[in-house]
Every structure is written in C-alpha cells, then in structure tokens.
C-alpha cells in the first residue's frame, strides 16, 4: 500500500511474510535495506525524478551512504510502514530521510541516506543543485538520529578475502548493495545474532566493485559491541567502510 497525500513525503506499508524473515523471527537489516531503496525510488518516480527520467540523459541515482538506527525489527507476520522526505541536498549530494513504523504506527527507527548522481558513461557526479523538483520539495521534518560518523581505515585487523561473482551484481554491473551488506553481516556467526542485534549500522559506498574482482574483507572487533569493518581491493583501496554497533536482546 502507497500513500502519497504530498509530494514532500511518501509512505509505503509491507508486510513480512515468514519466507523473508531472519533466523530470529524478524526483517533482516538486508531486506530494510531493500526497502529503503525501493521507497527511495518511488518517491522520486512520484516527482518524474526516477530512473525512467534520469536514464535519458544516460544518468543514473546511487546510494553514497546510509545510518540505520532501530530499537527493534519488524516481526514475522505483521505489518510496517516506511515513510521518506527529503532534509537537504548541494550539488553533489541530496540527503533524504526515512522513518520505520510498525503495524500500529509507533516508530521502531529512523534511517539517514546520502544519494548522488552518477553520469553512466563517465562514471562522475552530475550536478543536482539546479533540479527544481528537489527544491520544491524539501522538508524540515525531524530525524532524531546522529548522522554517520566519520569512517575511517582500519589499522588493525583480521581478514579474509572473496571474489565477488555473477550474483553479486546488479544493472549497473558492480556490486549490488545489499550483496554488500550481506556479506559483511556474514563475518558474524548465528550465536553473535541469536544474543545481540545490530542497533545502529553505517555504511560508506567509496568505489564501485566489479564482477571477478577479489577484495578483502578487513574486520576490527576488538570492541565487542562497536564493530568496524572495510571492503579493500589489492592495491590496498576501501571500496566500502562500515561499523555495526551491537545492542544484547532481551
């Protein structure tokens, strides 16, 4: 179900089958991560901002960043609702906002996300200042969560390395986001998820990954609650940084 009563927001209600839940009976941080997306793209196909107006120009939205912030997942079987808005935006970036309900409309989160747009051929950013439908449309609606802190290079580490292939790809021919965070939340083990869920996550997307390229994943959990982890190539480049900060179940 859609509801888009102003341009300024735009919501969308779900519901989680049991086929799309994790092991502990709850949305996977992937499949919100899918969702954010997807909304994300509704609301811009709302304003005639989405791909099938951008790719005209060979020009394509991609997600920078983005800060989840929950104090619990959706459950198995019911239903939740994303809403969005956009906070603010320069040439380079347009910041835009979500907030996660549950079935009764009490928040259980809110999600920063920083999106740019991409030329296909150059792979460079275009400048947005001047699309007046993003202009027209910003909100001052709150996000009461801290935007993303500053990721940076892990020193000290350990690591393993994996070759991304066929299935980690998407449209634009690198590595899909979620593919991304899939893999990084697999460098945790089932009795890590089964006592603690990942209360806060950031993640910084800093260089496209292709099909058949190896990278490390470079993993620091010295802190047992505050994770921080790189996507690295052999020339010794992150392609990705996150921080998972971990909150024990009940």
Known sequence: MCSN??????????????????PQGEMPLTLLMTRIIEVATFHANSWGAGYARLIRDNHVWVLSRV?????AYPKINTDYTLTTWIEDYNRHFSQRNMRLDDADGNPLGYIRTIWMVIDLNTRASVDISQLDYISSNVTDLPCPIEPMSRLRPIEEGHALDYTFGYMDCDFNRHVNTVRYLSHLMNLFDMDCYDHFFIQRMEISFIKETHYGETCQFVIDDTDPVDSRMSITDAEGNDHVRARFHWQERN
């Open 5 to 22: 009563k102003t341009l300024k927001q735009f919501s969308k209600t779900y519901y989680l089958a049991a086929g799309e839940c994790n």
């Open 67 to 71: 800060t989840i912030e929950l104090k």
